[in-house]
């Protein structure tokens, strides 16, 4: 890695470290039900030991094993469209526009798959986390190394690639990349920089946090996976350090917030959802950032970034619950389990149905009544 000049910090091992001081989560007491949830249907892909992202188009779920399976599945039913095992480990994925699928392997290799099929694989210059981004024909890749490369996705020709120096320290958890109209933004430190996707080429660039304290680890403010998207606003999560949205047309910061946390938001037209590092639920206003509520009913619980699926918020932990909570103020509605390994990824929505993956490959779907 000195070949790049950074180092990554295992952020996950900090986080989740168990010692023998570590607090007690609180007690859930008896489950309300407030609201019928009903298991739809379950699947399983394999053990989920990379920072899996879980990519929804429509009514097909995209999803992949550390062992390099990768499978579309239908969100109505749980019935694979297609499975693909490539024989290699994973360290990012799954992005794909319906069409074209793309994971990245652990020897840094980024490979395409189309309908069930492999098509090519491309050699990538730094570890990479960020599961790619496939839109516009194009395959966009944000590596550890701070670099946004650009490939063909027919063919795997490498496009283009933009190289952003930064602190000797990265952030080990996936990165923001989107599209947004006709901008390519990443999460570039902590800013939100928006690109020409043709030949990545900066536009604008937006701070949501800036490198502060007296060493390389206080000074990680680095944007992390889970974004809130209304339109041409995104709203993002700097690392332990603040929370922002940005009007992608012009590259303005609306607001920023401080706020201490390492997993994504979520949100709808009024209101922003993040989990706190020590698992306290806390909701924001989206039009300025004024805080709207907490919950301390799940601290301690290693949870998930969350999901707001109409009136309900959805978090995972690490006891494999899938937890629903009321959006008003986070009173529990329900909650339901899953084999008892931890969820491995923010649960997703497809239509009427939450799907969460869990670290031991299980797929599950459930759909409140």
Aim: aromatic share 6%; glycine share 14%.
């Amino acid at each position: 890695m000195s070949r790049f000049g950074f180092l990554l910090l295992l952020v996950g091992a900090l986080v989740a470290c168990a010692g023998p001081g570590k607090p007690k989560p609180v007690d859930l007491g008896p489950n309300t039900q407030l609201i019928g949830i009903r298991p739809a249907w379950s699947s399983s892909i394999g053990a989920v030991g990379f920072p899996l992202h879980i990519q929804v188009v429509g009514d097909s779920v995209f999803v992949a094993a550390s062992n390099g399976v990768v499978a579309a599945i239908d969100a109505s039913t749980g019935a694979d469209l297609w499975r693909l095992a490539l024989g290699t480990t994973l360290s990012a994925g799954v992005g794909s526009d319906g069409h074209y699928a793309a994971v990245v392997s652990r020897e840094n290799e980024l490979i395409s798959v189309t309908t069930g099929k492999e098509t090519w694989r491309q050699k990538l210059s730094a570890l990479t986390l960020t599961a790619p981004l496939v839109a516009g024909n194009r395959v966009f890749v944000l590596s550890t190394d701070r670099s946004v490369s650009a490939f063909d996705a027919a063919s795997g020709r490498k496009l283009w690639q933009q190289q952003r120096n930064g602190d000797a320290l990265v952030l080990s958890q996936p990165g923001v990349l989107l599209a947004v109209g006709d901008t390519l933004v990443a999460g570039l430190g902590g800013r939100l920089v928006g690109m020409n996707p043709t030949n990545g080429n900066v536009r604008w660039e937006a701070p949501i946090a800036n490198s502060r304290g007296t060493n390389e680890v206080e000074r990680l403010v680095d944007l992390v996976s889970g974004i809130s998207r209304l339109g041409d606003q995104v709203c993002v999560r700097a690392f332990q350090s603040a929370l922002g949205c940005v009007e992608t047309d012009k590259g303005r910061v609306v607001w920023s917030s401080s706020a201490s946390g390492s997993t994504g938001l979520h949100g709808n037209e009024t209101m922003l959802v993040g989990t706190e590092s020590d698992g306290r639920i806390q909701a924001w206003r989206r039009a300025d950032g004024e805080r709207l509520w907490t919950s301390d009913r799940l601290r301690y619980r290693v949870l998930t970034a969350p999901l707001l699926a109409g009136r309900s918020l959805v978090i995972g932990d690490g006891s494999g619950t899938l937890h629903f909570l009321s959006g008003q103020d986070g009173e529990p509605l329900n909650r339901m389990s899953t084999d008892g390994s931890p969820i491995a990824a923010g649960p997703v929505l497809s239509g009427k149905t939450v799907i969460a993956v869990t670290q031991r490959g299980g797929i599950y779907g459930f759909r409140p009544e």
